[in-house]
């Protein structure tokens, strides 16, 4: 009954492509299959895996959020600045992410109160939190940071990192949320379409409005773990995070028209372009054709999706 | 008052014209060299290169349906590039390597347009996948013989002309390029049947294909279009600083994407026009200019666009509500 | 015994039109009460009141014998008033179950969504309309229409509906379907709900109906048990005593076939479509909508690929692959709906009329010579009186009338040979409709080729020298004599009767 769903699964096909990697990464490189190694490609997954629980809710509803990046680049900086002025770790951590929260409901209020299409209102706030970085930064990096603050990077509970723990523990709580939650589901109704839900007596513009300020958050955790994990602030800390993180969501099955997509597919999604990237250059690939595979990856998954659906029409 | 705030509502090239009357008077007043004219027809070429690009989203963004193009700026960067390592280390003819610079350019657009026409995939993932094989192809043909990836800066002398030369003062790409092509683009969206046909797609595919229009040409084609530009934007950039970049594109989709918006393209299609989006590029420009010589860092440039991106929505908003009479 | 729901004298205009006059209606736990009548009849709106989609000038309603206000269709679905329409209203990448609980879940103590509860009501539910509850954790994008209907129907019953109104039900499903739609119709019957059905297949009714009422013009032209009652009478209050007014008109001499289609079939839209159509002849299309009129005609103007059959036009067999050939064989469409196939709301009078002959009006490079368009856009105003400050008025600001003549304007300026109007009076009021009416009269005496589609019998009856009357797909009646040219002729064919012919 559910068995042909789960084989046309998007979840299934990304873990397929991914076991495959593995396999062949495995055996071309003899520094592939090691707990360092594999440890490496959960690290750099979890960022990516943390914010795209909010890109890809944003997305279901029929939305995007091109300010991720930006967003993370702020709170690294407010995290960062805090660290240094001899704020308490914990404290800072929580400014920061309280940070992301807050710019996340500016945007949730121009898209959700105001009704201004989210692909302008996050382009502004994307242009505008770049050059507050710039500012607030002056050119500088902050690179001494107190080992404390390193924690959400770098810390360990049974030896595995907190990174890891933060990235399955809110992968697990959303897909719960989503699935078992009635706002969950009215994330997926608004996507499906928004109309019919208000009708249902749902408040749709709560349910945007959480959805943007959620991602807001997630995006704080994000850069907490960011900063944790480099140990620097950069006034580029956080470029082209947001498209690293789309593209996750997309590769893992999230419909950019809406209505349709699970936050673990957008893990796995996340997955597939760290174990890539990683892979590749352990097989001595240039770096510079990363792009380029991650780009007709993306390309190619859509377009077969596209043309498969079309045949079912 | 009441025409006049009407006017502000409906018409945005009308809008940013008292915008930039006001914002002239403020610099004119606070900065003595603001008004001078040697800086304003200076201040004109730092608007060439991401006037052409604003020009591009804008005829993508009016062919509706979701039309965007995320990858602009990386085929500003990979033509940049062809044309540099044809030239600079190939030793190509200059002319021959910046028509090919040009059709590559030309080809990353057909790229595009295939993927969003023919296979009817949305534009925001066709371009967003684009942006990384173009920026990554960009990165591979700047690797020089010891594996890095370059930049090339040794062009032939007679190539500055295109960005560096002045007439009376004013820079050759403006007058040569920049002005002859806003004319041209104008003409073309305001005078001729494909500017029918590209109004008649952005507002409804379905009707447009019950009158006849050839719905597909014209998507394929705004996105060829939009690639030739961001190839000739590449050639005057690259001429103007003296140098091929691998990242010379990098951040200027947004900008552009900002500034079309900025100029009344409606982000929904079958709206916008190049009179609106050239006023904004005035309007940005000038900003810029008057922020520099005020002293402000040139890192406010990208941040006041976004509040003016962000405010213009909001004023749209209040404004339409109050005081637009069209029932 | 009390009737659950009364409707007592209800009232609706829209503008100047009386959708409803003095409407009552009633129905009963446990019965199934048809309502019928042409397109436009009232049927609709009635039923828009009945589920709050719509308020009423005047009148009331009452249910279970109180007063009942409704403001929304919510207020309606709260009520018990549920209805369930021909294309379900659905979220297709949810659940079955998601979709039936949305907007009305059900929690454990924690606040969680209790699936195991929603799963087991879902079953049951299910069960007891007697359909195998297998596909429940589909997405609802995935089932047949059919099976969407039956799980809306599900939905209804969830919440707890004393009142189920089907639009149509059948039109778009399966033989097979249909009979356990009608099954569970019974079931429905016997937990006491009552159940409005509109319906156009007449045949169908005396399986399922226990009273029908009638409808023409927005007033209730009968009601009757349905075993007292024949389809004849039904189709006679149907048609009614329609004033057809007489034209003068010279029949054409059909001697040039301009128009032949031969075996024209497109699965899922139409089945074997034959006929010719004569040099200056207005030949008409009628039948209900939904039977397949439209898609033929608009594979004629190359918007849709047919399966198979030829298309043959002045002798020569022609490969219509998209509307720009149309055109060059001098073929025009004018669809029905004006607001999503026909106009550009938010662009000009100008711009409308010469799209489609826009490459003919250039000067060199494409360039549009403003001057000559200037001067078509003006005439076409003036030909067809058009009433609008100037050709530069925004299709939008037109009223429904105007925003149709624009709408005509804009194919006859392409100077077709052969004219298909779909719908071309659809929402005019009654000068502009005999207006165009007489403009269509005329072109078809200048020798233009005219085939008017329209789902109003007084239009069809008026303006045809011949009729061909389409029913699910198939062509099920040829009237070449305008005799035979009758409301209930062309009633019986389009209702599904065998076939009917009158020829010579």
């Known amino acids: 009954m559910g068995l042909k ?4 699964s998007r979840e299934l096909t990304v873990s397929l492509v991914m076991i495959g990697l593995v396999i062949f990464f495995s055996l071309s490189s003899k520094r592939f299959f090691t707990a360092n190694n594999i440890r490496n490609i959960l690290l750099q997954v979890s960022s990516i895996g943390v914010a795209s629980i909010g890109m890809t809710m944003i997305i279901i509803t029929g939305g995007i959020d091109v300010s991720a990046g930006s967003i993370l680049g702020i709170v690294a900086v407010v995290l960062g600045k805090a660290a240094v002025g001899g704020f308490p770790a914990w404290l800072a951590i929580i400014l920061g992410i309280l940070v992301g929260l807050a710019l996340g409901s500016v945007n949730a209020s121009f898209v959700a109160l105001l009704g201004i299409p989210p692909i302008i209102v996050t382009l502004g706030m994307m242009s505008l939190l770049r050059s507050l970085t710039y500012t607030f930064l002056g050119g500088r990096w902050i690179a001494s940071l107190p080992e404390s603050i390193r924690w959400m990077g770098l810390g360990k509970i049974l030896n595995i990192p907190i990174p890891i723990w933060l990235t399955i523990i809110l992968i697990a709580y959303f897909s719960y949320f989503m699935k078992y939650k009635s706002l969950g589901r009215y994330v997926y109704a608004v996507g499906n379409n928004i109309e019919a839900t208000r009708i249902a007596g749902v408040n749709t513009k709560r349910v945007l409005f959480f959805v943007y300020a959620l991602a807001g958050l997630l995006y704080g955790v994000a850069g907490a773990i960011v900063v944790g994990r480099t140990g620097i602030v950069q006034t580029n800390t956080g470029n082209n995070f947001e498209l690293q993180v789309i593209a996750a969501t997309v590769l893992g099955g999230t419909s950019i028209l809406g209505g349709k997509g699970t936050v673990f597919g957008s893990l796995l999604g996340s997955l597939l372009i760290a174990l890539l990237s990683n892979g590749l250059i352990l097989l001595n690939v240039p770096a510079l054709t990363e792009g380029l595979i991650i780009g007709i990856l993306i390309l190619g998954s859509v377009a077969i999706d596209v043309i498969k659906n079309r045949g079912e029409e | 008052m009441k025409k006049f705030l009407n006017l502000m509502a409906t018409n945005r090239s009308f809008f940013l014209f008292i915008f930039l009357i006001a914002m002239f008077l403020v610099f004119s007043f606070v ?97 967003l996948s684009t942006m990384y094989v173009y920026d990554s192809l960009a990165l591979l043909i700047a690797v020089d013989k010891w594996g890095n990836p370059m930049p090339v800066s040794n062009f032939p002398y007679g190539y500055f002309f295109i960005g560096q030369q002045t007439y009376f003062n004013i820079p050759f790409q403006v007058i040569a390029i920049f002005i002859p092509l806003a004319l041209i683009l104008h003409f073309l969206l305001s005078k001729t049947t494909f500017g029918r046909y590209l109004f008649a797609t952005g507002n409804s595919e379905v009707v447009a294909r019950f009158s006849n229009v050839p719905v597909k040409k014209i998507k394929f084609s705004v996105y060829v279009i939009g690639g030739f530009l961001a190839g000739l934007a590449a050639l005057i950039m690259t001429s103007r600083i003296a140098s091929a970049r691998p990242d010379l594109g990098a951040g200027l989709n947004l900008q552009a994407i900002t500034i079309a918006v900025l100029g009344g393209t409606n982000i929904m299609g079958g709206e916008g026009s190049i009179l609106g989006t050239l006023m904004a590029i005035v309007v940005i420009t000038a900003l810029y200019n008057g922020l520099q010589l005020a002293g402000i860092s040139s890192i406010w440039q990208v941040g006041t666009l976004g509040i003016i991106l962000i405010g213009s929505a909001i004023a749209n908003i209040i404004l339409s509500r109050k005081y637009s009479s069209v029932e | 015994m009390e009737p659950i729901l009364k409707a007592k004298k209800i009232v609706k205009n829209f503008g100047g039109v009386k959708a409803l006059r003095e409407v009552d209606f009633d129905l009963f736990a446990g019965e199934v009460h048809a309502l019928v009548g042409e397109n436009g009849a009232g049927k609709s709106t009635l039923i828009k009141i009945l589920t709050g989609v719509l308020e009423p000038d005047s009148g009331e309603i009452e249910y279970f014998g109180k007063k009942l206000v409704l403001k929304s269709p919510r207020e309606a679905h709260e009520a018990g008033i549920v209805a369930v329409y021909q294309e379900p209203l659905v979220y297709k990448h949810l659940s079955v179950v998601e979709n039936i609980f949305l907007g009305n879940e059900i929690k454990k103590k924690n606040g969680n969504v209790d699936w195991q509860r929603e799963r087991s009501i879902t079953r049951e539910l299910l069960k007891s309309l007697d359909i195998d509850p297998y596909f429940i954790d589909e997405p609802m994008g995935s089932l047949s229409t059919g ?106 001499e059909y001697t040039d076939v301009v128009l032949e289609v031969r075996n024209l079939s497109k699965k899922g839209m139409y089945q074997d479509i034959d006929f010719k159509l004569y040099r200056g002849e207005i030949l008409g299309f009628s039948g209900l909508v939904g039977a397949g009129r439209s898609e033929v005609m608009q594979t004629i103007f190359g918007l849709i690929k047919p399966d198979s059959g030829e298309i043959i036009i002045n002798g020569k067999k022609v490969n219509v692959k998209d509307p720009s050939i149309a055109m060059k064989l001098g073929i025009a469409y004018i669809p029905e709906d004006r607001g999503s196939q026909g106009l550009f709301k938010a662009l000009t009078i100008n ?28 005439r076409y105003l003036k030909w067809l009186q058009i009433k609008a400050p100037s050709i530069y008025t925004l299709v939008n600001n037109l009223s429904g009338g105007n925003q149709q003549k624009v709408l005509i304007a804009k194919w006859l300026a392409t100077s077709p040979k052969i004219l298909i109007l779909d719908e071309p009076t659809r929402g005019v009021d009654v000068a502009v409709k005999s207006q165009i009416h007489n403009e269509i009269l005329r072109l078809a005496d200048s020798g233009i080729s005219i085939i008017v589609v329209s789902s109003e019998l007084p239009e069809i009856i008026k303006l045809s020298d011949r009729v061909i009357v389409m029913h699910e797909g198939r062509i099920t009646g040829r009237f070449d004599k305008k005799e035979s040219i009758t409301p209930t002729n062309l009633l019986n064919a389009a209702t599904g009767a065998r076939m009917v012919y009158s020829r010579d």
Do not use: W
């Open chain 3, 351 to 378: 711009f409308n009329v010469t799209i489609p002959i826009i490459e003919q009006l250039t000067k060199f490079l494409g360039i549009v010579d403003n001057s000559r368009e200037k001067e078509i856009a003006t």
């Open chain 2, 31 to 127: 900065i003595p060299e603001f008004s001078t004219i040697y800086n304003i027809l200076n201040m004109t070429k730092y608007g060439v290169e991401i006037g052409l690009l604003a020009f591009a989203e804008t005829l993508i963004i009016i062919s509706g349906g979701g039309g965007i193009d995320l990858s602009i700026g990386s085929i500003l960067s990979l033509s940049a590039m062809v044309i540099g390592v044809l030239a600079g280390r190939l030793g190509m003819n200059i002319v021959l390597a910046s028509i090919l610079g040009l059709i590559a350019g030309g080809l990353c657009g057909a790229v595009n347009g295939f993927f969003v026409s023919f296979l009817r995939m949305p534009p925001l993932i066709v371009t």
């Open chain 1, 5 to 8: 769903r789960v084989i046309k």
């Open chain 3, 147 to 252: 099976l969407q209907q039956l799980t809306l129907i599900a939905k209804a019953l969830n919440y707890n509906a004393k009142v189920i109104i089907f639009d149509e039900p059948t039109a778009i499903l399966t033989e097979h379907e249909a009979q356990r739609l009608f099954s569970i119709i019974e079931r429905l019957k016997e937990k006491g709900v009552g159940i409005i059905y509109i319906s156009h297949r007449l045949e169908e009714l005396p399986q399922i109906a226990d009273r029908i009422t009638i409808m023409r013009d927005g007033q209730v032209m009968g009601n009757f048990d349905m075993n007292q009652v024949t389809r004849e009478k039904i189709i006679e209050l149907m048609a009614g005593h329609t004033l057809i007014e007489e034209l003068k008109r010279t029949p054409p």
